[in-house]
């Protein structure tokens, strides 16, 4: 099946920095997610985004789809941006592969 | 904003027992998963249902498992004779026919004893 791996998977953070995770992805992808998972355990969506570069509020994602990756933006990070992050790509029949996730800590 | 809603948030069964996990898509939408989430690890795809019947399902969705859709509303997991390796956290999602994007439930956690 399709690989999909993040890097790093673990980052610690001084509140106000900035970091950037990525995404790699062993075979063409119909689409890409990044998810938030939340102390809740929630998955919330943060970007669907195929290719591009998508920017909401502090966070911003890139994805070059040719050449299999996808970029998370965190910019002037607070303690709420704490959590995993996970990508997630679309294949076969709209399933999706995730990836082990990017485990946040930003500390004040 | 409509969300995708899942019942009950956290369920304790012990081993051998049926549960049954329930979730109500979004209404407008078309098709419908299951994901689970092992504590640490992550997110694995079960199932895909579209259209009153299963699309896709991987390994892990053995005969135990079942998944239906009761009624216009609800879309339910029923694990049979659960196994200690079933202890997860559940996830359902759902997505409009004409885009990719799935949303997902907050999540049920199982813990089977």
């Known amino acids: 099946g399709i690989q999909v791996e993040q890097s790093p998977p673990d980052l610690i953070l001084q509140e106000g920095a900035n970091s950037t995770l990525r995404c790699n992805f062993s075979?063409?992808?119909?689409?890409l997610q990044w998810f938030h998972q939340n102390p809740w355990g929630q998955l919330i969506n943060l970007f669907y985004i195929p290719s591009g570069t998508k920017q909401n509020g502090r966070l911003s994602a890139t994805t070059v789809a040719t050449e299999r990756y996808s970029l998370l933006y965190i910019s002037s990070s607070q303690t709420t941006d704490s959590g995993v992050y996970f990508c997630a790509v679309y294949y076969g029949n709209n399933r999706l592969a995730f990836g082990k996730g990017n485990q946040v800590v930003v500390i004040p | 904003e409509p969300e995708v809603t899942q019942t009950p948030s956290h369920q304790v069964t012990q081993m051998g027992q049926e549960v049954i996990l329930r979730c109500v898509p979004i209404s407008n939408h078309l098709y419908f998963y299951w994901y689970r989430q092992i504590l640490g690890q992550k997110v694995e795809f079960l199932v895909s249902f579209y259209n009153n019947e299963i699309s896709e399902k991987s390994e892990i969705f053995d005969d135990r498992f079942s998944v239906e859709r009761p009624d216009g509303s609800n879309f339910t997991l029923k694990i049979r004779s659960t196994k200690l390796e079933d202890s997860a956290m559940y996830f359902c999602a759902s997505k409009q026919g004409a885009t990719y994007e799935q949303y997902f439930g907050p999540g049920t956690r199982l813990t089977v004893t």
């Open positions: 075979d063409s992808v119909n689409n």
